[in-house]
């Protein structure tokens, strides 16, 4: 029944759905089926397309969830998370996502910037934390991904990044400048 498919969006803890997941969600094999319901919800309003392959369940979604289904592999860090965890005091409005590729798009009002990381990073996940329906960097991976890609970088306060994690997280990156850099800013 129709209004079963649908009761498994709403039931399920993602806010933020693509087109695949929905499929396998509903268990549908049958593509233009999948697409015809898709399609009726969206007209009545019972779920919203954001853009092509891209739904949610209502306004009220987790725009970092859907920051990390746009591009897959992919998860917030950079300024984002740097300045929710008070090393830099700039507020950013935008959200900065770690993917395979760099781009710049506005959806729903929102901003996303993805900053290209090479392959091995991207999809090592030490330093990452799964918060149910993401990936998000942590502080001291987030500091890490924007040294690396930002040689000249100001940090307003390191003071709350966890030395051990740093040297924990640094080897996935094999970048010895960025090694340098860090001892530079720890004095070790």
């Given at each position: 029944m129709a209004s079963d498919k649908l009761?498994?969006?709403?039931?399920?803890?993602?806010?933020?759905?693509?087109?695949?997941?929905?499929?396998?969600?509903?268990?549908?094999?049958?593509?233009?089926?999948?697409?015809?319901?898709?399609?009726?919800?969206?007209?009545?309003?019972?779920?919203?397309?954001?853009?092509?392959?891209?739904?949610?369940?209502?306004?009220?979604?987790?725009?970092?969830?859907?920051?990390?289904?746009?591009?897959?592999?992919?998860?917030?860090?950079f300024e984002t998370v740097l300045s929710q965890s008070g090393v830099i005091f700039q507020f950013y409005s935008q959200i900065f996502v770690a993917s395979y590729l760099t781009r710049e798009i506005e959806m729903d009002g929102q901003k996303y910037f993805y900053r290209k990381i090479k392959g091995s990073i991207l999809t090592d996940p030490t330093g990452l934390e799964y918060k149910g329906t993401y990936w998000?960097?942590?502080?001291?991976?987030?500091?890490?991904?924007?040294?690396?890609?930002?040689?000249?970088?100001?940090?307003?306060?390191?003071?709350?990044?966890?030395?051990?994690?740093?040297?924990?997280?640094?080897?996935?990156?094999?970048?010895k400048s960025l090694e340098k850099r860090v001892k530079e800013i720890y004095g070790f």
């Open positions: 009761l498994l969006l709403f039931k399920n803890k993602n806010t933020v759905f693509t087109f695949k997941e929905i499929a396998l969600l509903w268990q549908e094999t049958d593509i233009n089926s999948v697409k015809r319901k898709i399609s009726y919800y969206v007209k009545t309003k019972k779920i919203f397309r954001l853009r092509k392959g891209i739904y949610v369940k209502d306004k009220d979604y987790n725009k970092f969830e859907l920051a990390t289904k746009i591009y897959k592999p992919s998860y917030i860090s998000i960097a942590t502080k001291e991976r987030a500091f890490l991904d924007t040294l690396y890609l930002n040689k000249n970088y100001y940090l307003d306060n390191i003071s709350v990044l966890d030395k051990e994690k740093i040297l924990e997280i640094l080897p996935i990156y094999k970048n």
